[in-house]
């Protein structure tokens, strides 16, 4: 399938974005590229999950064309994957791809845990595959940490700097371990302040008033979990904990129970706290 001319992208923005997911992470990055002046396209799997991406979107004040059909992201030069942190499921996207990606159009995953070498693998082309990771809210947050296969050209990385230059974002580039950086360091304090709620019986407030009046974190330990989510906690903290065998990297109970009341932190309404 031929790859659109350079002059079909938006001007001056480096590439034709599509979103393959709906939920916060996808939309803003969608977002993002819009506001940027880039062109974007945001695929929903479903009609429902469809008019969900747009009432972000639309929260977010950007405009980026949201579809249910797969076929028009054959269009875009960079395709960025933003589904579930599960591999089956992101694996069953990039088998669905193959079929509508353009010639030298790249992958890029928003994952925060999976291994981008297995991914890359499991993507058809490693050589056009990179991690993409973004953080929530994606408006605000100017890091992204980019992770590359072995098989990454000097090509490859050279056009994911450049998205994230456009995008207003600094990227750096990281190993290709569980968490990366940011998430590697922090969330074993995360899950310590969990273990400090469950161990004192103290209220999520409080513990968070103390890190922010006393350490100034703008965000407590315990509200940043719940706008995190607690689900994608949960899967980060299995990775780190599967790949160091360290205890302080095992999701707390709390975390478990919470998750498997379908009370995952902001996007759901209640986590630690309710919104």
Request: net charge negative.
């Amino acid at each position: 399938m031929s790859q659109p001319a350079a002059s079909e992208h938006e001007e001056g923005f480096p590439e034709r974005v599509g979103v393959v997911g709906s939920g916060t992470i996808a939309c803003g990055v969608a977002a993002c590229v819009a506001a940027a002046g880039g062109g974007a396209t945001v695929w929903a799997r479903s009609q429902e999950s469809a008019e969900r991406a747009r009432g972000r979107i639309d929260g977010l004040g950007a405009a980026p064309e949201v579809t249910t059909d797969l076929e028009v992201l054959s269009e875009a030069t960079m395709l960025v994957e933003a589904v579930a942190e599960q591999p089956d499921a992101k694996q069953d996207v990039y088998r669905a791809l193959r079929d509508v990606r353009g010639d030298g159009a790249l992958l890029a995953t928003t994952t925060s845990s999976l291994s981008i070498s297995s991914l890359a693998e499991q993507s058809g082309d490693p050589s056009r595959f990179f991690g993409l990771h973004v953080f929530n809210p994606v408006a605000k947050m100017s890091l992204v940490e980019l992770c590359f296969p072995d098989a990454a050209t000097a090509g490859l990385r050279a056009r994911a700097a450049a998205f994230c230059e456009a995008i207003g974002k600094t990227g750096v580039e990281v190993p290709d371990e569980p968490g990366f950086v940011v998430n590697r360091l922090l969330f074993p304090y995360l899950f310590d302040a969990v273990r400090l709620l469950e161990r004192t019986g103290m209220e999520p407030a409080q513990i968070d008033d103390c890190m922010k009046l006393g350490a100034s974190h703008p965000m407590g330990p315990l509200a940043l979990l719940d706008l995190v989510g607690l689900d994608v906690a949960d899967a980060i903290g299995e990775a780190l904990h599967g790949d160091t065998g360290d205890p302080s990297h095992r999701p707390p109970g709390r975390i478990k129970r919470l998750v498997g009341e379908g009370r995952l932190g902001r996007k759901s309404g209640a986590g630690f706290y309710r919104y």
